[in-house]
Antibody, heavy 125, light 109 residues
Framework: QVQLQESGPGLVKPSETLSLTCAVS?????????WGWIRQPPGKGLEWIGS???????YYNPSLKSRLSMSVDTSKNQFSLRLNSVTAADTAVYFC??????????????????WGQGTLVTVSS | AIQLTQSPSSLSASVGDRVTITCRAS??????LAWYQQKPGKAPKLLIY???SLESGVPSRFSGSGSGTDFTLTISSLQPEDFATYYC???????????FGQGTRLEIK
């Protein structure tokens, strides 16, 4: 059973860098699929942040691209997010998720089938 | 970027009711749409992918339909555990962006 678990600081100061890690169990990241981040400001909807393929290729939300970097560490079976120059608008619950699913010879690449429980990151001085 | 508009934004219904939620895309996305259910304090849960495919383990009272720009999620007979917020999500282009609808809150009448 695939499980994902986010970790990182719950409080970040404005203008600093938000760093989160997602540890994966039950599946080897290096075997395939996309690994991504989605966030949800308090009381609001979902926003896709970006995805990284197991090979390291990245795909970012254009609205965040200039501040964002993602990486994957197959030796630790985890992937990470760094968002710099944060403001209060970056306060949100951050979810990590696996995007993609293959069954019966067919693969579906666009949907998030497995999610972490989410971690609240507050940007405040 | 492709915009998704859900309607209604909120909905009150009773146990046993049949409920339909609509998601409209700003341009055609073939069948590249998913539906998620989210309960307070929890991660979203995938219900339907590729517009009409039921995710493993999801009750058959959930169904999805549509293609192009108009999609629906139907719950055939509401159960107490179905009261939650529902989101649609599109994936039409590669590379993404991926976008979500604004959500539909389903409440008990």
């Amino acid at each position: 059973q695939v499980q994902l678990q986010e970790s990182g600081p719950g409080l970040v100061k404005p203008s600093e860098t938000l760093s989160l890690t997602c540890a994966v169990s039950g599946y080897s990241i290096g075997s395939g699929y996309f690994w991504g981040w989605i966030r949800q400001p308090p009381g609001k909807g979902l926003e896709w942040i970006g995805s990284i393929f197991h090979s390291g290729s990245t795909y970012y939300n254009p609205s965040l691209k200039s501040r964002l970097s993602m990486s994957v560490d197959t030796s630790k079976n985890q992937f990470s997010l760094r968002l710099n120059s944060v403001t209060a608008a970056d306060t949100a619950v951050y979810f990590c998720a696996r995007r993609g699913y293959c069954t019966g010879g067919s693969c579906f690449w666009g949907y998030f089938h497995h999610w972490g429980q989410g971690t609240l990151v507050t940007v405040s001085s | 970027a492709i915009q998704l508009t859900q309607s209604p934004s909120s909905l009150s219904a009773s146990v046993g009711d049949r409920v339909t939620i609509t998601c409209r895309a700003s341009q055609g996305i073939s069948s590249a749409l998913a539906w998620y259910q989210q309960k307070p304090g929890k991660a979203p849960k995938l219900l339907i992918y590729d517009a009409s495919s039921l995710e493993s383990g999801v009750p058959s009272r959930f169904s999805g339909s549509g293609s192009g720009t108009d999609f629906t999620l139907t719950i055939s007979s509401l159960q107490p555990e179905d009261f939650a917020t529902y989101y649609c999500q599109q994936f039409n282009s590669f590379p993404p962006p991926i976008t979500f609808g604004q959500g539909t809150r389903l409440e008990i009448k």
